[in-house]
C-alpha cells in the first residue's frame, strides 16, 4: 500500500494507473476509521482495480466552535486497518498541502443543503463539496464511495458531481450498525456509557416511522412527529430534526405516495455529540387489509 502527502504524487500516480487502463475508486474519509468506512473501501475493491483511500480532517467543514481539535487521529492504526480492506493507495495531506495558498475559492450546491444539516451547521457543506471537488479533481475519473450514513451529504455530492460534469461517478453505500442499532461513526467515541445507550433512541424512532408508513399511515407530518416523540422521550437525547422527506430531493414530503420512495432522518445531540441516522423506505402500493375479528 502506497502513502502519499502530496497532490502532485497523487495525481502522477493516478494517471499512471489509468494510462495502463486500470480503473479507480476514491473512497474519501476523515480517517478514525471502522467498519463503515471498511465497508465502503471494499466495495471499491470489488468494483475498481486500485482503491484510493483518502484521510483528511478537513477544518473547512468545521465550525468554530465544533471538535476539529479533538477529532480522533489514530492514523497508524487506520492505515493497518485500510491495507486489510483492501486500500491500495491512501492519500493523508496536511492542511497546508490542501489549503496552503488560502481558501478563495469555494463550492456551493444550493436547495439540497438549507434544510436539516444546512441549517444545523451553515458552512458545513460549503467545507465538503469544496474538499470533495478538489479530492475529485485531483483523482480524476474514478467511481467514489460515499455512505448512506450522511445521506445528505450524498444527495449534495452527487449533485455536485453532475453539475461540475466531474469525471466521476458517486456511488452510495448502505449504513453500517452496531448490534443494537446505532449507526457507525467515528463520534461514538466521544459518548458516555450512558448517552451510548441512549443513542439507540434514533434507530427506534426511524424504525416506528418505518412501521407507520408499512401499516398504512399516509400523512408525512404525522410519521416525522411520531419520530420526534419517540427521540424526545429519551432524557439524553436533544433532538435536531425528525423529518419525512422525498429520496432524492430530500424536501419534506406532505402525502406519501404509494411505491414512492421515502427517506426518514432524524439527528440529535447527546452532550455535546450530535448523531445523525436515516433510513430509507418504499411506500407500499396497496394498504394492508385490516383484520377481522372473527367473531
Ligand atoms: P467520515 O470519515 O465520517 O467523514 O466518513 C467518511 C465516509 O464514510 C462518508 O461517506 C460516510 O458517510 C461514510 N460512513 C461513515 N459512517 C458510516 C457507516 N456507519 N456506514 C456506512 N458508511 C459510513
Known amino acids: 500500500m502506497l502513502v502519499l502527502t502530496t497532490r502532485d504524487e497523487l495525481r502522477a500516480h493516478l494517471d499512471t494507473v489509468r494510462g495502463a487502463g486500470r480503473s479507480v475508486a476514491l473512497v474519501p474519509t ?12 471494499r466495495a471499491g475493491a470489488a468494483e475498481c482495480d486500485v482503491v484510493v483511500l483518502t484521510i483528511f480532517v478537513n477544518p473547512l467543514q468545521f465550525a468554530a ?12 492504526n487506520d492505515l493497518e486497518l485500510a491495507e486489510a480492506a483492501g486500500a491500495d493507495v491512501v492519500f493523508t495531506p496536511s492542511t497546508d498541502e490542501m489549503y496552503g495558498s488560502g481558501v478563495h475559492t469555494t463550492v456551493h450546491v444550493d436547495t439540497l443543503t438549507d434544510r ?19 479530492l475529485f479533481n485531483l483523482v480524476g475519473a474514478c467511481r467514489a464511495y460515499f455512505g448512506e450514513k450522511d445521506y445528505q451529504q450524498l444527495a449534495v455530492v452527487t449533485r455536485m458531481a453532475a453539475d461540475l460534469d466531474h469525471p466521476v461517478v458517486v456511488v452510495g453505500c448502505p449504513i453500517v450498525r452496531e448490534g443494537d442499532g446505532v449507526a457507525l461513526s467515528s463520534r461514538n467515541v466521544y459518548l458516555t456509557e450512558e448517552q451510548r445507550v441512549a443513542a439507540t433512541v434514533l434507530h427506534r424512532a ?18 416525522a412527529a411520531h ?38 432522518l432524524v439527528a440529535a445531540g447527546f452532550g455535546p455529540t450530535r448523531l445523525l441516522d436515516n433510513l430509507g423506505v418504499v411506500v407500499p402500493l396497496s394498504c394492508p387489509t385490516p383484520r377481522m375479528d372473527s367473531a
Open 30 to 41: 476523515m480517517g478514525a476509521l471502522h467498519e463503515g468506512h471498511l465497508s465502503l473501501l
Open 227 to 264: 419520530m420526534a416523540e419517540i427521540v424526545t422521550a429519551e432524557p439524553l437525547a436533544r433532538l435536531d430534526y425528525a423529518e419525512a422527506a422525498d429520496s432524492v430531493s430530500l424536501e419534506p414530503l406532505e402525502t406519501l405516495a404509494r411505491g414512492g420512495s421515502v427517506r426518514l
Open 65 to 76: 466552535h465544533e471538535d476539529l481539535g479533538a477529532y480522533p487521529r489514530p492514523l497508524e
Open 116 to 134: 436539516m444539516e444546512g441549517t444545523a451547521r451553515p458552512t458545513h457543506f460549503d467545507g465538503v463539496t469544496t474538499v470533495v471537488a478538489k
Open 206 to 223: 426511524l424504525r416506528a416511522g418505518a412501521t407507520m408508513i408499512g401499516v398504512g399511515e399516509r400523512d408525512a407530518g404525522a410519521v
